[in-house]
């Protein structure tokens, strides 16, 4: 059966630039961070869920974050294979 969703089904779904997923974690993040504001009188954990959001922003596909995170794995912890093979020239 073919739907007429985006990706026939298989795309998360989003709700403006975030998936939902995202959305339930910094709503809940920046709750307990409101929570914890009047007790510690730090803004730190409201800017790590500011962060958090910020880094989720998704583009065609793909966010901020999970595109930061193929970048390291390029160029950092992923081993580059290359292989030479020898011209037989006539």
């Known amino acids: 059966m073919k739907y007429y969703y985006p990706s026939n089904m298989e795309a998360p779904p989003l709700l403006g630039l975030w998936e939902l997923r995202d959305i339930c974690i910094f709503g809940l993040a920046g709750v307990f961070s409101l929570i914890l504001y009047p007790l510690t009188r730090s803004l730190v954990p409201l ?18 974050f999970k595109y930061l995170n193929k970048l390291c794995r390029y160029f950092i912890t992923q081993q580059l294979v290359f292989y030479w093979e020898k011209e037989d020239r006539p």
């Open 47 to 64: 800017a790590i869920t500011a962060f958090y959001a910020f880094m989720t922003v998704t583009f065609d596909d793909i966010s901020i």
